[in-house]
């Protein structure tokens, strides 16, 4: 947008009616995630253990399920309100 004449650009217009159609803008969302079943059941297990694991805990677990930390710090957290929501 060009600020000093109060008028966007053609581009700028284009991407916000890209955006109000259903596109994202900037940066694209991640694919959600689809665990396994023998993923899910780990996952589980070790929130039984602990809501809440540490940053090596993390890693570790990462490692062995083949998934990244941000994918098990997510789903942890996820995790913790769909038991709050129970409760």
Known sequence: ADESSGYESESAGRDRS????????????????????????????????????GGSERRKL????????VQIKTWFQNRRMKLKRQI
């Open 18 to 53: 890209a955006a109000a159609a259903g596109g994202t803008r900037g940066r694209q969302r991640r694919a959600r995630t689809a665990f396994t079943s023998e993923q899910v059941c780990r996952l589980e297990k070790t929130f039984q253990r602990q809501k809440y694991l």
């Open 62 to 69: 990462a490692a062995a399920l083949h998934l990244s930390e």
